[in-house]
Nanobody, 124 residues
Framework: QVQLVESGGGLVQAGGSLRLSCVAS????????MGWFRQAPGKEREFVAA????????NYADSVKERFTISRDNAKNTVYLQMSSLKPEDTAAYYC?????????????????WGQGTQVTVSS
């Protein structure tokens, strides 16, 4: 079992930055691919970013490329999402997720464990 707890969400003005953190407890964090997804009201959950077990490989949704950076610290069982140049359309609940495997996944059904989410609101 893996438990995931996100933090770092909040209210920010357009153009601002936030850093989300996700602390994992349980088995084998360092052997799992990790991801961030988001869900806005009335919309489906969508992929944001993913990182492989080592951190060497990453993948981003087109909508966040060049603005968001995913990283991880396996010694701290933590994955991060640095968000810059935020836009109102980035407003959503952001979810951390963990795979059973070491590689990257870009769809929700590739992830087995999910956090409760942290709200990000970007004002115009």
């Amino acid at each position: 079992q893996v438990q995931l707890v996100e933090s770092g969400g909040g209210l920010v003005q357009a153009g601002g930055s936030l850093r989300l953190s996700c602390v994992a407890s349980g088995r084998a964090f360092g052997s799992r691919g990790m991801g961030w997804f988001r869900q806005a009201p009335g919309k489906e959950r969508e992929f944001v970013a993913a990182i492989s077990w080592s951190g060497r490989d990453t993948n981003y949704a087109d909508s966040v490329k060049e603005r968001f950076t995913i990283s991880r610290d396996n010694a701290k069982n933590t994955v991060y999402l640095q968000m810059s140049s935020l836009k109102p359309e980035d407003t959503a609940a952001y979810y951390c997720s963990a795979r059973e495997f070491i590689g990257i996944g870009t769809t929700a059904n590739e992830y087995k464990y999910w956090g409760q989410g942290t709200q990000v609101t970007v004002s115009s």
